[in-house]
């Protein structure tokens, strides 16, 4: 069954209407860009993202409760991948010095629990972790394993009988492990990930993601311009900053209204908006074949005429291909999980945009060209 087959829609009729639409949405989202501006995840902005994992759902107001008065200076949580995940991100790079002390009594107590007659001293410490010496490397190595057990990370460097140190990480992780643990002490959790970027890999990572969206731009208004004519070029990557803008203003716009859409702007968000470029064009280039050959085909039509049957022509094609694609980024959004929500949710938005601005935007522009300077475009 072919949907759409004998379409004879006067999209380029109800054009204004759609410049209305859009010039809404681009002002909407400006404004909230300059106002409220954009969240960006730690790949960006620098700091440290920990995950821990639980066994049963956990209540994520007690843990932000737990976790904001522990010293870390503001901290976001927020659920990760379910009810039983929390994701829980600071600004720091690394322990505070004034509480590194308290970390380290927490795996000295430890040791002397387990072990209550060993001797032990720390021979070595840097600002993210400590090394302890033991009598013996067989001791060594059995502790670092019970430590480990414990939820401590360790590096044993008494495996092959070189030494009778272990090295124990002293970080953020750590921290909150040891504050929060007895609150949740039937619901046992672990850390799932720690992950640091520093603010100068931040702003280099800022500079690339801004550099490799407008280098796509402009790579693909050369190459329209040499497969089309340069207007159509122009109409193209017109609608392409159409697309990334609305779907950033509704980044910006929805940020904080709920949990669900509290999305930060992350690699795998660019990643989306490089894949949505690349599905808008590839939407506006099957449209743009169409205008060219009804141009060749039909040279005595005004180019409205040809443009509007084009458009028609392949809209069972779009349709299809649009609806399959939103479908897939649907349930990537509902049912993909913290980590791939804001790459869905770009597609999910992008997509329709995408398919919308190949009619009114890019296909507009051409019209309104050729209209005002009335000229006869020819292939």
């Avoid at 702003?203 to 801004?210: C, F, G, R, V």
Wanted: no cysteine; net charge positive; aromatic share 10%.
């Amino acid at each position: 069954m072919r949907i759409f087959k004998n379409a004879h829609y006067d999209f380029l009729g109800n054009r204004k209407i759609a410049y209305a639409i859009s010039g809404t949405l681009i002002v909407l989202g400006l404004i909230s860009l300059f106002i409220r501006g954009l969240s960006y995840g730690i790949d960006f902005k620098g700091g440290s993202e920990i995950a821990l994992g639980f066994e049963k759902p956990v209540d994520i107001g007690k843990v932000r409760d737990d976790i904001s008065n522990i010293g870390l200076g503001k901290v976001e949580v927020k659920t990760f991948g379910g009810e039983t995940g929390v994701l829980v991100r600071t600004e720091l790079q690394a322990i505070p010095q004034n509480i590194f002390p308290k970390v380290v009594n927490a795996i000295t107590n430890t040791i002397k629990k387990l072990h209550p007659n060993v001797k032990f001293q720390i021979v070595d410490s840097t600002s993210n972790s400590i090394t302890i010496e033991f009598a013996n490397n067989k001791l060594a190595t059995q502790i670092s394993n019970e430590l480990f057990k414990e939820g401590f990370q360790t590096s044993n460097l008494a495996e092959n009988n070189i030494t009778k140190d272990i090295v124990v990480r002293v970080g953020i992780s750590d921290w909150i492990k040891e504050n929060i643990k007895h609150s949740f002490a039937d619901n046992h959790f672990k850390v799932l990930k720690e992950e640091h970027v520093g603010p100068k890999i931040g702003k280099e990572l800022k500079t690339d993601a801004i550099i490799s969206i407008v280098l796509a731009l402009i790579v693909i208004l050369v190459y329209l311009g040499f497969r089309f004519k340069f207007i159509f070029a122009v109409g193209a990557v017109t609608a392409l900053f159409h697309d990334v803008i609305i779907t950033l203003g509704l980044f910006s716009l929805l940020h904080g209204l709920t949990n669900f859409l509290n999305l930060d702007i992350s690699i795998n968000v660019v990643a989306a908006f490089l894949t949505l470029v690349g599905y808008s064009i590839n939407d506006t280039v099957v449209v743009f074949d169409r205008v060219r050959e009804n141009i060749k085909l039909h040279k005595t039509l005004p180019i409205k005429e040809n443009i509007n049957n084009a458009i028609n022509q392949t809209l069972p094609r779009t349709i299809i291909t649009s609806l399959t694609t939103w479908f897939v980024t649907a349930v990537l959004l509902v049912f993909g999980g913290e980590v791939l929500r804001g790459f869905a949710f770009t597609l999910f938005i992008g997509v329709m945009v995408g398919t919308y601005s190949s009619i009114f935007v890019a296909s507009a522009l051409v019209y309104e060209y050729a209209k005002k300077k009335g000229e006869i475009i020819k292939f």
